[in-house]
């Protein structure tokens, strides 16, 4: 067993836990089920967006091109009909005046069915045109819930992604969602009706051998193909696994590429990210060698059935009892008969492959979400902004706890420090009023109203929070500030960056508040990113704001400043402040010394100096980094003079 602290590479602190990280490997893929096992299941998800509820015309275009799917079967029946009359017209001598209305409808049948596989027919092109709509309305159907699902998510759920292995399950499943109701729709089931219709019409227009011929002929093909095709599909799991892992890699090694510069490691990860491309490679040959195997096996079975039809049809003409048109009528639907069922194969491989692909994205929209609104769950009506924890426990893995019946009450108005060493659980508490979490047991409640039984949307609308750790969009700075309030006019958007103290700063960039800040903020020092973040929740204009060590990357002359704009802002709201600087928040109406995950002492700055616990030692420790040694008594004059 080994002991992990919990970290986020990407940013974003997390409290220090210890995990218990037992061994494991992944299921082999040759034992994983069946690409088609709850296809019932992955059908109904799909269903309710291939029928447009409340648009009448896209349900037009749906009905319609069932129609047009009707229309392509009749035709497929009477191309090779009419080709036989034309033969036999010609062996028997007929006039050119009797051929002619017999080859302009056979002429006007191969317009409409085109090449015969279903694909360059004007019925066909009509039909697939028609289905861009139904199409359209399908994926971004699909898209918008998963997009929606995946914000839905708990903050641990995101702690613990894998960015490059979300977006190419999220790439590879919405472009499945794409094709896979076209191929089941109209590929599949009018191959399996032109199968049933040809056994039917060779039986009755022939005799029984031929369809026997054509029934034996079926039901290897699809016995061999679905086998086949079954067992390969470990081989498409394995390469979508490795691809994973490859885009993972890449992603990964791009955004911290900064890492990579300090300790040049460039060679280091192209030999990483060459192993796993040599991974996917092996497991691309594996499924392309299978696929091969199929084709064969194919060919083999439709050659066969082709070579004993032709056969017995040629031998029953040359005894007279068909004319040449039967065989020129049998060898035109068979063939005819063959190429849909030759799609029929590649089509059955891209259902499961797309089924394979859908698997993961999925899993995606059937991943719980830790966090919801009640079933009773009312607004939060937020009168005076009080903040209660009532015997609050809290952890992130069971048995390891990580608050411990944390119990404190913030007045409307006040401003309350937590203070104490890392991974003593002061972000978990700000976590948990934002309801990024929920306790194991205990109450947190604002203005009497348990923050558990309110909505989720009007209890964050009311909390603004600056992070330690910003992240920006990959966006102007005017909109990145512009983010918590979109409705906001850019003469308030000055004024909260007049407030944090970057007005100025972004009017020397040449562009201004119109300078892009580069993914994650990048193009930013770490003190302009948080100030764009305290600017962004001045604009909020929250009623409760919560400070996650928010002037940590900023000096001392900027810190001044920005500790003077959020006094001002912070005068009548209700503040939580987390703070290792303890010389930021000795003005607090009440600083809680958090340490082993419960509230170890309380009161104000000098009351704390007073009593000689944690806090003392830790400001005396801070005041000897920053300032030399130093007696008791220097340290309370400076403690009486702030």
Same mark, same amino acid.
């Given at each position: 067993?080994?002991? &992990?602290?919990?970290?986020?590479?990407?940013?974003?602190?997390?409290?220090?836990?210890?995990?218990?990280?037992?061994?494991?490997?992944?299921?082999?893929?040759?034992?994983?089920?069946?690409?088609?096992?709850?296809?019932?299941?992955?059908?109904?998800?799909?269903?309710?967006?291939?029928?447009?509820?409340?648009?009448?015309?896209? @349900?037009?275009?749906?009905?319609?091109?069932?129609?047009?799917?009707?229309?392509?079967?009749?035709?497929?029946?009477?191309?090779?009909?009419?080709?036989?009359?034309?033969?036999?017209?010609?062996?028997?001598?007929?006039?050119?005046?009797?051929?002619?209305?017999?080859?302009?409808?056979?002429?006007? =049948?191969?317009?409409?069915?085109?090449?015969? /596989?279903?694909?360059?027919?004007?019925?066909?092109?009509?039909?697939?045109?028609?289905?861009?709509?139904? @199409?359209?309305?399908?994926?971004?159907?699909?898209?918008?819930?998963?997009?929606?699902?995946?914000?839905?998510?708990?903050?641990?759920?995101?702690?613990?992604?894998?960015?490059?292995?979300?977006?190419?399950?999220?790439?590879?499943?919405?472009?499945?969602?794409?094709?896979?109701?076209?191929? #089941?729709?109209?590929?599949?089931?009018?191959?399996?009706?032109?199968?049933?219709?040809?056994?039917?019409?060779?039986?009755?227009? &022939?005799?029984?051998?031929?369809?026997?011929?054509?029934?034996?002929?079926?039901?290897?093909?699809?016995?061999?193909?679905?086998?086949?095709?079954?067992?390969?599909?470990?081989?498409?799991?394995?390469?979508?696994?490795?691809?994973?892992?490859?885009?993972?890699?890449?992603?990964?090694?791009?955004?911290?590429?900064?890492?990579?510069?300090?300790?040049?490691?460039?060679?280091?990860?192209?030999?990483?990210?060459?192993? /796993?491309?040599?991974?996917? $490679?092996?497991?691309?040959?594996?499924?392309?060698?299978?696929?091969?195997?199929?084709?064969?096996?194919?060919?083999?079975?439709?050659?066969?059935?082709?070579?004993?039809?032709?056969?017995?049809?040629?031998?029953?003409?040359?005894?007279?009892?068909?004319?040449?048109?039967?065989?020129?009528?049998?060898?035109?639907?068979?063939?005819?008969?063959?190429?849909?069922?030759?799609?029929?194969?590649?089509?059955?491989?891209?259902?499961?492959?797309?089924?394979?692909?859908?698997?993961?994205?999925?899993?995606?929209?059937?991943?719980?979400?830790?966090?919801?609104?009640?079933?009773? %769950?009312?607004?939060?009506?937020?009168?005076?902004?009080?903040?209660?924890?009532?015997?609050?426990?809290?952890?992130?893995?069971?048995?390891?706890?990580?608050?411990?019946?944390?119990?404190?009450?913030?007045?409307?108005?006040?401003?309350?420090?937590?203070?104490?060493?890392?991974?003593?659980?002061?972000?978990?508490?700000?976590?948990?009023?934002?309801? &990024?979490?929920?306790?194991?047991?205990?109450?947190?409640?604002?203005?009497?109203?348990?923050?558990?039984?309110?909505?989720?949307?009007?209890?964050?609308?009311?909390?603004?929070?600056?992070? $330690?750790?910003?992240? =920006? &969009?990959?966006?102007? #700075?005017?909109?990145?500030?512009?983010?918590?309030?979109?409705? %906001?006019?850019?003469?308030?958007?000055?004024?909260?960056?007049?407030?944090?103290?970057?007005?100025?700063?972004?009017?020397?960039?040449?562009?201004?508040?119109?300078?892009?800040?580069?993914?994650?903020?990048?193009?930013?020092?770490?003190?302009?990113? @948080?100030?764009?973040?305290? /600017?962004?929740?001045?604009?909020?204009?929250?009623?409760?704001?919560?400070?996650?060590?928010?002037?940590?990357?900023?000096?001392?002359?900027?810190?001044?400043?920005?500790?003077?704009?959020?006094?001002?802002?912070?005068?009548?709201?209700?503040?939580?402040?987390? %703070?290792?600087? !303890?010389?930021?928040?000795?003005?607090?109406?009440?600083?809680?010394?958090?340490?082993?995950?419960?509230?170890?002492?309380?009161?104000?700055?000098?009351?704390? !100096?007073?009593?000689?616990?944690?806090? /003392?030692?830790?400001?005396?420790?801070?005041?000897?980094?920053?300032?030399?040694?130093?007696?008791?008594?220097?340290?309370?004059?400076?403690?009486?003079?702030?």
């Amino acid at each position: 067993m080994e002991n &992990f602290g919990v970290k986020s590479r990407q940013g974003g602190k997390r409290e220090a836990v210890d995990v218990e990280i037992k061994p494991c490997s992944p299921p082999s893929p040759s034992h994983l089920p069946s690409a088609w096992r709850g296809f019932g299941r992955k059908l109904t998800l799909l269903l309710p967006y291939v029928w447009p509820k409340g648009t009448a015309a896209l @349900q037009g275009l749906v009905l319609l091109c069932v129609g047009l799917l009707a229309a392509e079967r009749l035709v497929n029946v009477l191309v090779p009909v009419y080709s036989k009359n034309i033969v036999n017209e010609l062996s028997s001598g007929g006039g050119w005046t009797s051929l002619i209305a017999t080859v302009c409808i056979y002429t006007l =049948l191969k317009f409409l069915q085109g090449g015969g /596989a279903g694909t360059s027919g004007f019925i066909s092109n009509l039909r697939q045109f028609l289905w861009i709509r139904v @199409q359209q309305f399908t994926s971004r159907g699909v898209q918008l819930r998963l997009f929606s699902h995946l914000h839905n998510l708990s903050l641990r759920w995101h702690l613990d992604r894998r960015t490059g292995d979300v977006l190419r399950s999220v790439d590879r499943g919405t472009s499945s969602i794409n094709n896979l109701l076209s191929y #089941i729709l109209f590929s599949i089931l009018p191959t399996i009706c032109d199968i049933i219709i040809a056994i039917v019409y060779f039986v009755s227009y &022939f005799n029984v051998w031929f369809g026997l011929i054509v029934f034996t002929c079926m039901v290897l093909y699809l016995t061999f193909t679905i086998l086949i095709t079954e067992w390969r599909t470990k081989y498409r799991r394995e390469m979508n696994t490795q691809d994973n892992d490859a885009k993972s890699r890449a992603v990964d090694s791009l955004l911290n590429f900064e890492t990579v510069k300090y300790y040049s490691a460039e060679d280091y990860e192209v030999r990483c990210f060459e192993e /796993a491309i040599l991974k996917y $490679q092996q497991c691309e040959w594996k499924s392309s060698a299978s696929l091969a195997l199929l084709n064969q096996t194919q060919n083999i079975i439709i050659g066969s059935g082709l070579l004993a039809g032709s056969l017995l049809c040629s031998h029953l003409v040359s005894d007279g009892q068909f004319q040449v048109g039967d065989y020129v009528l049998f060898g035109t639907y068979i063939i005819q008969l063959y190429t849909p069922l030759n799609w029929f194969g590649t089509y059955y491989r891209l259902i499961q492959s797309s089924f394979v692909d859908m698997e993961n994205m999925l899993a995606l929209l059937t991943e719980k979400k830790e966090v919801l609104d009640a079933e009773d %769950a009312q607004d939060l009506q937020l009168t005076a902004g009080q903040v209660e924890f009532d015997r609050v426990c809290f952890n992130y893995v069971p048995g390891m706890e990580v608050l411990r019946h944390v119990t404190f009450t913030v007045e409307a108005g006040q401003t309350v420090a937590l203070v104490g060493p890392s991974g003593s659980g002061k972000s978990s508490i700000l976590r948990l009023l934002f309801r &990024f979490y929920d306790p194991q047991s205990g109450c947190i409640r604002i203005d009497g109203q348990d923050i558990s039984k309110v909505h989720l949307s009007s209890l964050r609308s009311f909390i603004g929070v600056v992070p $330690q750790d910003t992240v =920006l &969009f990959n966006d102007t #700075i005017g909109n990145n500030i512009r983010y918590s309030r979109i409705s %906001a006019t850019d003469q308030e958007v000055e004024g909260a960056a007049i407030a944090a103290d970057i007005h100025n700063r972004i009017l020397e960039l040449p562009q201004g508040y119109d300078t892009e800040v580069g993914e994650r903020g990048l193009k930013l020092s770490g003190g302009e990113k @948080q100030r764009v973040a305290i /600017a962004r929740t001045i604009l909020k204009e929250p009623q409760i704001i919560l400070l996650d060590e928010a002037t940590s990357s900023l000096d001392t002359q900027t810190e001044r400043n920005i500790q003077a704009s959020l006094a001002k802002v912070c005068i009548t709201r209700t503040t939580i402040v987390v %703070a290792h600087r !303890l010389s930021t928040i000795v003005r607090a109406d009440q600083i809680l010394v958090v340490h082993n995950g419960h509230v170890a002492e309380r009161g104000r700055h000098e009351e704390l !100096l007073l009593q000689g616990g944690l806090y /003392a030692a830790m400001w005396m420790k801070q005041q000897k980094t920053l300032n030399g040694p130093t007696t008791e008594t220097h340290i309370n004059n400076q403690a009486q003079e702030t």
